[in-house]
């Protein structure tokens, strides 16, 4: 007989473990299936740790600009073993949480890989080869993805890396190329390049960061270019040719020259591949799109009583999309009926030097959509504690439906910004308008003053600029 629950959660990242507490909460005897480590990639091998790393880049940055601040900082150095060792620690440390809490919410796990065998049927087969059969009304799919290899040059974790080689590099590079400028590519990017290695950024569109407003990913390019990084947009890499002692690459640039450059490693970060192969999809007749699970409001697929969240649903893919999600489908499964997702409303965050975050439509997306626009821009050096923090570099713009004053978006570039979108992301989920946010009080001297400000000049009201 098969071990029986209400709910069967496949792959524990921040959707799935989520997904596991939430229906726990609600009462319903809950099970989550894991093959490797309990939090999944973002919290072992993506989001927490590449957190670490970056935070580890900026304090060396701000080590050797300590001139700047009036201070003195002699033989700054960086030991790159300890810096990944840190990382590690930390990673170790939040999977240690996630144990607790399966535990804390009475979740049964089970360690091993888990496979479909039906309508409300699971196997697991852990690590020995013995085999768990499971049965639940309700099962959650939530096994993410894992980056895209080139496909003539797959990653070989020596001198073609993905995010997760990057985090654990055998040595440091002195060369560096990172083909594509995603949040992925771009946050390497800027950890390399702060730790001393040389990097090249290869983009096949137009801009970096293509996702963002058209004026945060020319204000990025100029300030990391200023830091000394080489950006080549509507630029590609015919070839790579690799050897024990680097790699050779053909990039095509703008011009459709091809040039040979070599590099030390090469770090590919041109998306990702959900993780759907080998999970029983294919006898239940899952529907898909491009690999990746078709759902309806509620998280559910074609198939009665089988949910899916994450990465291996419609973008964007983000943690704390999955997480959201996770909510979603536990309280759907437990008869509540929550507010399905809008993509609109989900902030966006890169963590490099300069950060970038933004939510809700780009400028250009708001024209595209019908809408008329009014949009502000505020500086980083119109602000205050910008300026007394260092850090003057760097704007936030806001977007507004000119009939409504509907917050449409909002979009940042400099320090902290990736803490700051979360006021415009709770706005326009309570659905405010200009006039809400030009009447609130915002604290003096923060940087979230210049959300305001940017509020007021998109009505021609800017004080202080």
Not at 101 to 127: C, P, Q, R, Y
Not at 309 to 324: E, F, N, Q, V, Y
Not at 358 to 369: C, M, P, Q
Request: a neutral charge.
């Amino acid at each position: 007989m098969p071990d029986t629950y209400d709910l069967i959660v496949l792959g524990s990242g921040p959707g799935g473990y989520v997904a596991a507490i939430r229906a726990s909460q609600l009462g319903l005897k809950t099970a989550i299936v894991e093959r490797e480590l309990l939090g999944g990639i973002c919290l072992n091998w993506g989001c927490i740790p590449t957190k670490a790393l970056l935070r580890s880049a900026e304090i060396f940055h701000y080590m050797q600009h300590a001139k700047d601040y009036g201070l003195a900082a002699e033989k700054i150095s960086a030991d790159l073993e300890a810096v990944v060792k840190r990382s590690r620690g930390v990673a170790k440390q939040l999977n240690q949480g996630v144990t607790h809490l399966m535990k804390k919410n009475k979740i049964a796990v089970h360690m091993g890989e888990g496979k479909l065998t039906g309508k409300g049927k699971l196997s697991v087969t852990d690590k020995d080869g013995k085999t768990t059969e499971l049965a639940a009304k309700n099962i959650i799919l939530a096994t993410g993805a894992r980056a895209r290899d080139l496909p003539a040059t797959p990653a070989d974790g020596k001198r073609v890396w993905t995010y997760r080689h990057a985090m654990t590099p055998p040595e440091m590079p002195t060369k560096l190329l990172v083909i594509g400028s995603g949040a992925i590519g771009i946050e390497f990017a800027s950890f390399y390049n702060d730790m001393g290695a040389e990097v090249t950024v290869v983009e096949m569109l137009d801009r970096i960061v293509p996702v963002e407003d058209a004026d945060v990913s020319a204000f990025l390019e100029k300030a990391l270019k200023k830091q000394g990084m080489t950006i080549m947009t509507k630029a590609g890499v015919d070839k790579l040719d690799v050897s024990d002692k680097g790699v050779r690459a053909a990039i095509k640039d703008r011009d459709g020259k091809v040039a040979n450059a070599e590099f030390s490693h090469v770090i590919v970060a041109i998306g990702i591949v959900p993780n759907t192969e080998n999970i029983g999809l294919e006898a239940l007749g899952v529907e898909t799109d491009r690999g990746f699970l078709k759902t309806g409001p509620d998280c559910k697929t074609n198939v009665d009583g089988l949910y899916a969240i994450g990465d291996i649903t419609a973008p964007p893919w983000l943690a704390h999309k999955a997480s959201h999600e996770g909510v979603i489908a536990a309280e759907a499964i437990a008869g509540k009926h929550p507010h399905a997702m809008d993509p609109r409303n989900i902030p966006g965050c890169t963590y490099c030097h300069p950060q970038v975050a933004s939510v809700g439509l780009t400028e250009a997306k708001a024209r595209e959509a019908g809408y008329e626009v009014k949009a502000g821009t505020f500086p980083f050096i119109g602000n205050g504690k910008a300026i007394a923090l260092g850090e003057a570099e760097g704007f936030i713009k806001t977007v507004f439906d000119a009939k409504t004053g509907e917050l449409l978006g909002a979009h940042m570039v400099g320090a902290e910004v990736t803490e700051l979108i979360q006021g415009y992301a709770v706005g326009k989920t309570l659905e405010t308008t200009e006039a809400e946010l030009m009447n609130t009080v915002f604290p003096h001297p923060t940087l979230s003053e210049m959300m305001h400000e940017s509020v007021l000049a998109a009505y021609g009201r800017a004080l202080h600029i």
